[in-house]
């Protein structure tokens, strides 16, 4: 029969695996002390001077250029003073393309209304086709309105899809003058 001391020589290891991998498991969890959450609204936030973990001062940076300038264009009405044109960005100049000979005109009849970055309510970036199923989480993109003889036409992109002509346009979750 075994005695008292046989358990415990037999429990004890074992409890003390099962311990160490608890501590292993939590050092690797999300969150832990040398983690930082990036949805976690603390995060980044320095912590008070002299305490662990405090940064060191760096020097301020430029932003980053973009890669492809926003261009707004929204025409007050009545007359309007001249402008040099505006440069844009390829994936625009591609929509103009599209709908130029969608509409069989000429590209320079197309006026870029509004460029903007948005968030689409869904995976179907504001331009759902019925039967389909989307991923029903918000996703950042982008809303390019086209103007041609006063009809207006909406491209769309997100994700990594680029931009495309969306027949039945949704309006965003938000844009960027919403932030």
Known sequence: MAGKGDTMRRTYPAALAAAALLLALAGCAPGGPDRTDPSDPAAGTTPPPGGPGTPEPTEPTEPAEPTEPTVILTPEPGPTPATPPVEVGAAVEDAVADLAAR???????????????????????????????YTQALTPGRLVVLEVDGRTAEYHSGGRRGLFWCERPEPPAQTDADR
């Open 103 to 133: 509409l069989g005109v000429d590209a320079s009849t197309v006026t870029v209304v509004r460029d903007v970055a948005v968030t689409w309510r869904d995976g179907s970036l504001g331009c759902p086709v019925p039967g389909m199923a």
